[in-house]
């Protein structure tokens, strides 16, 4: 898989600044969602990386002790926890939360992080002690999620949810679940449809052809763990809203006029796709500089957390020293 994507980087436009370390794939798509796998340009990357666990595996919710925060602690005796943003936790009977910026736990570390979302309005109850399974807000609530973070009022995501769920018709106020449900069962083939690869370690997400997000793990471990969650809940329930709302699909038509035999069809498609990957990585390469804009946030475990808000896009970074070891960025309209 590493030869063929090289080959397809060599082939197309090489990455560079903020992914320079890393190759893309073939695009994919599924509906109005179309992806570009990133991947390590080198197997030394990524076995540099080892130290940086998956998040699902490692990851256990302590409790909630108050509406508005959650203690979560690194299960992992060995190796560090960077726990992606904008995640959100779910159990039946109690105030669901979602986090409001990534999160730094060193091995065995339990952190209190208070200003987190409440995103059930009016439901009582806290989170109880679990190895807990996570999903992610939407992509059309990370900006307020974002713009949000450091906030200590469990109730400020409350109207942005409203908002979103009457897009598609729901009226229940600022509660999720209540969007999710119903929907669930067709948020689920993204899953399926646009799998993950070996040695892949991230993507880049477009929507009807627009480039929307970016996201990378330290490793294929942790992407592999990652990708669903981002695929179903995020960008996932973007393509549907959009599909909704009828949207054009970007994929252009193929030109048949004198078309001579199977042989001339197949070097047409092929010289079509290669176009359309063109394009969108011409895209992609506009946001290789934004790591210029970036201000520091945190630094902890060996690590420095950034955050960009420029141009249109936001996020955050990991760095381990000179290297990008995570990144979440997205586009701040849609």
Known sequence: MEIQVKQEAEETSPLTGLLAH????PLVSWG????IGLFPVSTEQEQSRTRFVPPMRSLEVVGSPGYGTLVLRNRASDGVLVLPM???FFQPGVQNHATSRVLLLDAGETLTADDCFCIQQAQGGTLRQAQQRFCMLPLELRRAAFELQGVKDFR??????AAYSRRYGINYGGHLERWLRPNFAQLLPYRHALEWLPAQVGAAFFLAGTLV???VAPNSTYWAELLPVLLIYCYGSAALLAGRQHCAPSRPTLNLEGLRDLDDLQQRLAEARRREQRAHLAQLCTVASLHKQARPAEEHAGLRLLSISHDGWLGQMVYAGSELVYLSLFRSEL
């Open 22 to 25: 890393l190759a893309p794939g």
């Open 156 to 161: 400020r995501l409350w109207t942005a949810i």
């Open 213 to 215: 997000g970016v996201e």
């Open 32 to 35: 109005m969602l179309e992806v």
């Open 86 to 88: 904008h995640v959100a």
